[in-house]
């Protein structure tokens, strides 16, 4: 279809204008060195820490082969793909002066942070050496990857849990306790070479959709939504990253009988046409970290050379959103907090909002605090209710709804996603935010720059 789309270019005698290139992607190997190394410092300068902030000494992770817990494949070396058979990892908080043991109940090292704790021939039974490594330290507390709240905490399996606790001294099961804010602690602290990273992951995401929203892939009349769909991800194939989930394309115009509501009544395919006002959702995955970017273009009328100046106007909205809340961010302040500030000061500054943004980071819809859902404006139950920390990275998700006279009246949303770290005290889009919407052909310079 790619092809197709080229050789109609040339007939038309449309020249593709994008020409911006996608930043270095390393290979494996070097992208497992990386990662390694990065797994190291993480677990040296975020690990201690949290351990001692949440008053656990002892963090016991298990997982079995195919059944892996969310927080265990984020610290198995690069070269372990998944858990292998029954692995036990435990961490021992000696304290600041010797800082953490980190144990594998394995009979081999897991990578070179958790060291071989266990020799099979020595005693057979996996469960009384875990048992074994607890009686000789006496930790005060054990934390497990249960909780009610976050997925990404409840890793340990059922037939696992019992397994343990029947196992388990009497003694040490009242010490037993939930992992869940080690857990997401770990997984939304970003460290100063992932920050860094992840500018680089947000500039690649970006200049994917500029390449899928120009005349290198959609000639209008020609190109449906699902062939941009498709476009992205066989350029996420060719560059050989991944994705976390399936991009979506759709589509926004005049015409009185089309619904523009992207997510319950969306159709699957639609031919692109000049005058329609794209949006898509898209994100990628590399190193480990993923991203999660939604973005608009306008396909140009023949007579037209810039987008009008009333969607520009409807544009602007969605930037005051993006604003709005992020400025309510500050340690300790609640997902439902800012939701409830921001909804609040978007009403008396007359832009009519909905918010549902959430972290980013070892997964797209990442653990942390949970800014509203798309049909949870009141709040979120949970995950809501826990606090914004520093160093934490946030895909800034949200629409502003805006009534167009020129289309009838027709209320066009404007559907914005962009990485923002939060760190001093304030919010930085990573790779900058979109600003103003794209054309197909292009008639701008891209820029992401801005704040």
Known sequence: MRKLFLMLAVLLGIAPAFSQEIPKILPLKERAVLQDE?????????????????????WVIIAREYNEDPVIKTMLPS?????R???????????ESQGLEALAVARYNVGTIFKSAWQPEKEANQWKRLIQIIEERKPKKIALDVSEQYAHADGLSHSEHEALMSNMPAEYKSKVTSAERLCVGWLETR????????????????????EAFSEKVIIPGVTTTDDVVWYLRERVAELRLDTWFHPTVDIQRPDPDKVNWPYDRRPDVEVIMPGDLLHCDFGITYLRLNTDVQEMAYVLRPDEKQVPDYLNKAFSAGNRLQDIMTGFF??????N??????????EQDGVVAQIYSHPVGYHGHAAGPAIGMWDMQGGVPGTGEYSINENTAYAVELNAKVKIPEWGNKEVRVMLEEQGLFINGKVHYIDGRQKTILTIPRRQKIDHLGQ
């Open 330 to 335: 500050k340690v300790g302040m609640t997902g």
């Open 191 to 210: 460290t100063p070479r992932e920050i860094a990273l992840y500018e680089m992951l947000d500039r690649i995401t970006h200049q994917i959709i500029a």
């Open 337 to 346: 907090q800012i939701l409830a500030l921001s909804l609040r000061k978007a």
């Open 38 to 58: 990065l797994l190291d410092e993480r677990f040296k300068s975020v690990l201690p820490n949290l351990m001692r902030k949440n008053g656990i000494d002892m």
């Open 85 to 95: 058979r029954r692995t036990i990892l435990v961490i021992y908080d000696k304290g």
């Open 79 to 83: 070269t372990w793909l998944n858990a």
